[in-house]
């Protein structure tokens, strides 16, 4: 029997698609353990995000494909939850001051940067994710503008804090912070992304940033 069976009751051969409001019902972590790593496995042998259909992926799963739409609603959102599992998690920032919090957010993008260096499927998945344009659009939407926004919503306190000077631009300031790790990561795939370089950035920046009159 496979995973799809002891999920829904169902084979392979059932409607891909069930109707009504589906994907409110209780998750079974085993079996989404299961279809993630059939994609990654799957990634890992060298096959392309254009050739990784939801049919290939229940396969290797041990699936139905009812299974799998039934917890995503296409391979764009299931590849998204895919990079997530690969990629490193998403810190909780200690919410002591803006400096603190701008430092756990660099280092978690520094950590995704050294994650990527080192794990071949992440560095071909994010290589081949910007020619779907599907793909990178659920990505962007899911993973990077919520991460853009809490940055800014971070930049925002401190301003109010009296962290930060109050005639900073917020969005200009947001690209500035996080520049040097995309910098690193993206175009210097030769530069360091050593132990510490989150506070150099942060505390470089703030230096110059802070209100007249602060320490």
């Avoid at 084979?11 to 993630?36: F, K, L, M, Q, T």
């Avoid at 993206?186 to 989150?198: F, S």
């Amino acid at each position: 029997m496979s995973l799809a069976d002891t999920d829904t009751g169902t084979g392979a051969d059932a409607d891909p698609r069930p109707c009504g409001p589906a994907r409110g019902r209780p998750r079974s972590e085993a079996v989404e353990r299961a279809i993630i790593e059939g994609a990654m496995k799957l990634l890992e042998d060298g096959v392309p995000l254009a050739e990784l259909s939801i049919e290939r992926i229940a396969r290797t799963a041990g699936v139905g494909k009812a299974t799998i739409y039934r917890r995503w609603s296409g391979k764009e959102e299931l590849f998204v939850d895919v990079l997530r599992a690969a990629e490193p998690v998403d810190p909780e920032l200690p919410g002591t001051s803006m400096r603190d919090d701008l430092v756990v957010l660099l280092e978690s993008l520094r950590r995704r940067g050294l994650a990527s260096r080192a794990s071949v499927i992440l560095h071909n998945v994010h290589t081949q994710m910007k020619s779907s344009p599907k793909i990178w659009a659920a990505y962007h939407n899911t993973v990077i503008l919520p991460r853009r926004r809490l940055g800014l919503e971070v930049l925002r306190r401190g301003r109010e804090n009296g962290e930060l000077r109050a005639d900073v631009d917020l969005e200009l300031l947001n690209d500035i912070v996080v520049g040097p790790l995309l910098v690193r990561t993206l175009l210097r795939p030769d530069a360091g992304l050593p132990d510490g370089l989150a506070e150099q950035v942060v505390d470089t920046l703030l230096q110059g940033l802070r209100p007249v009159g602060t320490a």
